[in-house]
């Protein structure tokens, strides 16, 4: 084997650049599926330190019923972040993304849900 031939496959398993293997997502993928995941930690706070804030502001003790709505966010948030979470340990960015995305609209739904009430 010459010297060449033992530098390429070398450099084949450092740089996984062997063709059969599978392609990886590309950047712009995984900094979106980054950024969603921060969003969705970010509506997360708000839900839970929505609470904190209506307690502060309110002359009278709050109710469940004036805290449901932001719990059913927050449990909406926390369970989106944790698949979220699980898919990111599986390098999946796309199902991150639909996760923050589906989160979001339901989060939406949710919102008019508890304004009709």
């Not at 712009?28 to 995941?37: E, G, Q």
Request: glycine share 2%; with cysteine.
């Amino acid at each position: 084997m010459s010297t060449y031939g033992m530098y390429s496959h070398i450099s084949i398993l450092i740089n996984n650049e062997h063709p059969i293997s599978p392609q990886k997502p590309t950047n712009r993928i995984n900094k979106f599926a980054k950024i969603a995941t921060v969003i969705i930690i970010l509506a997360l706070i708000r839900c839970i330190s929505e609470v904190f804030r209506l307690n502060y502001y309110s002359d009278t003790d709050i109710t469940f019923k004036e805290i449901q709505p932001f719990l059913v966010g927050a449990l909406i948030t926390s369970i989106a972040l944790l698949k979220m979470v699980l898919f990111s340990f599986w390098s999946k960015p796309k199902p991150i993304i639909f996760l923050s995305i589906l989160a979001s609209i339901l989060l939406l739904v949710a919102k008019k849900v508890y304004m009709m009430s």
